[in-house]
T-cell receptor, first 120, second 112 residues
Framework: GAVVSQHPSRVICKSGTSVKIECRSLDFQATTMFWYRQFPKKSLMLMATSNEGSKATYEQGVEKDKFLINHASLTLSTLTVTSAHPEDSSFYIC????????????????FGPGTRLTVL | RKEVEQDPGPFNVPEGATVAFNCTYSNSASQSFFWYRQDCRKEPKLLMSVYSSGNEDGRFTAQLNRASQYISLLIRDSKLSDSATYLCVVIKGGTSYGKLTFGQGTILTVHP
């Protein structure tokens, strides 16, 4: 299946710093990527939809100035957690939507391996 | 009410057992349904899509009841490697298409 990478896989930072997480689709182009957050023993919660070449769409309750999303190319979306606080510590996972049309239309999402953020 | 609800378990079963998970969804306009599997500290991986006619993939059988807004997953002849969290996932239609809504997950532990 298609591959989606995330970098870094793990990051520990001090409170008040900003952290950038990259999500790349390695063998397909993704006009749409999604960012999720997962707290321990909880399910994934959609944070925002990242659209290539346009502004991200944020879910209710997610601060857009806190979680900056940039989708500058068809294979890369970035999530920047600005002025991180301990309560931002979580597992951040992206997914990339593959809507290929060659050989028959498909619409499948592939998840990255996740980034574990710990804010001290 | 949560959009997607699952019994969180945990389910502890011996190898070879049959186990069933249930899931309900609140939005009748939901269009697509899936079961994902998530191992500890890993990303979710698609297990199977769920269709109204029911579908089977080896030891796994999924069922959808649109009238009751209910989805199920049956695992036969459980293996140790089936131990994971199973996530019920729903996609709404319209402008929300593509957004996955996850249930809280059902934890399964298969023991020798």
């Amino acid at each position: 299946g298609a591959v989606v990478s995330q970098h870094p896989s793990r990051v520990i930072c001090k409170s008040g710093t900003s952290v950038k997480i990259e999500c790349r689709s390695l063998d397909f182009q993704a006009t749409t990527m999604f960012w999720y957050r997962q707290f321990p023993k909880k399910s994934l919660m959609l944070m925002a939809t990242s659209n290539e070449g346009s502004k991200a769409t944020y879910e209710q309750g997610v601060e857009k100035d806190k979680f900056l999303i940039n989708h500058a190319s068809l294979t890369l979306s970035t999530l920047t957690v600005t002025s991180a606080h301990p309560e931002d510590s979580s597992f951040y996972i992206c997914s990339a939507r593959d809507q290929a049309q060659a050989g028959g239309f498909t619409d499948t999402q592939y998840f990255g391996p996740g980034t574990r953020l710990t804010v001290l | 009410r949560k959009e997607v609800e699952q019994d969180p378990g945990p389910f502890n079963v011996p190898e070879g057992a049959t186990v069933a998970f249930n899931c309900t969804y609140s939005n009748s306009a939901s269009q697509s349904f899936f079961w994902y599997r998530q191992d500890c500290r890993k990303e979710p991986k698609l297990l199977m899509s769920v269709y109204s006619s029911g579908n089977e993939d080896g030891r796994f059988t999924a069922q959808l009841n649109r009238a009751s807004q209910y989805i199920s997953l049956l695992i036969r002849d459980s293996k140790l490697s089936d131990s994971a969290t199973y996530l019920c996932v729903v996609i709404k239609g319209g402008t929300s298409y593509g957004k996955l809504t996850f249930g809280q997950g059902t934890i399964l532990t298969v023991h020798p």
